[in-house]
T-cell receptor, first 110, second 113 residues
Framework: QQQVKQSPQSLIVQKGGISIINCAYE??????FPWYQQFPGKGPALLIA?????SEKKEGRFTISFNKSAKQFSLHIMDSQPGDSATYFC?????????FGTGTRLTIIP | GAVVSQHPSWVICKSGTSVKIECRSL??????MFWYRQFPKQSLMLMAT?????????EQGVEKDKFLINHASLTLSTLTVTSAHPEDSSFYIC?????????FGEGSRLTVL
């Protein structure tokens, strides 16, 4: 079964700090790796995504690092803010079908 | 970005009744839409792939007679939960790809009493 393992399950970071969430996958055929942000009672919103031919992608305070050989990718949130407090899901896509990680509940404290 | 709209955003129904949830792509056409289910504090689980003009493809373990999917047009897919029971209470979310990115609706929270 295709799996995407995500860690940590929950994360508390001080305001201004760096939040780091990690994911690992098994299927080397995955061709698209998005990160989603979800607030309570809302659907997931695309945050940033990367394709396996790129090792890093940065959009504002959000950066994806991708290690194809290790089959791992991570999300870094720089200068974390209270408004970043949400649940984050990594995912991997094959033939437009997404497999989600288990999610990380991020809390940014003042 | 592309907009995917769901309706209703929440619904409460009695056990044994059927509930229909609509998913619309507002500014693009989608030949394929995806339906997910999410239990509290858990990840999203793909239920089925909705295909315009043909039968939906269900994931293993999902009852096709319980969760009826109709993709009648390039902008509308519907999920009908038939003879709903309390264990069907969940957050149902649809999604669709546009220009290589997957966009989600706001979700529909179903509570079955």
């Amino acid at each position: 079964q295709q799996q995407v393992k995500q860690s940590p399950q929950s994360l508390i970071v001080q305001k201004g700090g760096i939040s780091i969430i990690n994911c690992a996958y098994e299927n080397t055929a995955f061709d698209y790796f998005p990160w989603y942000q979800q607030f309570p009672g809302k659907g997931p919103a695309l945050l940033i995504a990367i394709r396996p031919d790129v090792s890093e992608k940065k959009e504002g305070r959000f950066t994806i690092s991708f290690n194809k050989s290790a089959k791992q990718f991570s999300l870094h949130i720089m200068d974390s803010q209270p408004g970043d407090s949400a649940t984050y899901f990594c995912a991997a896509t094959l033939n437009e079908k997404l497999t989600f990680g288990t999610g990380t509940r991020l809390t940014i404290i003042p | 970005g592309a907009v995917v709209s769901q309706h209703p955003s929440w619904v409460i129904c009695k056990s044994g009744t059927s509930v229909k949830i609509e998913c619309r792509s507002l500014d693009f056409q989608a030949t394929t839409m995806f339906w997910y289910r999410q239990f509290p504090k858990q990840s999203l689980m793909l239920m089925a792939t909705s295909n315009e003009g043909s039968k939906a493809t269900y994931e293993q373990g999902v009852e096709k007679d319980k969760f009826l999917i109709n993709h009648a047009s390039l902008t509308l897919s519907t999920l009908t939960v038939t003879s709903a029971h309390p264990e069907d209470s969940s957050f149902y979310i649809c999604s669709a790809f546009n220009t290589g990115e997957l966009f989600f609706g706001e979700g529909s929270r179903l509570t079955v009493l």
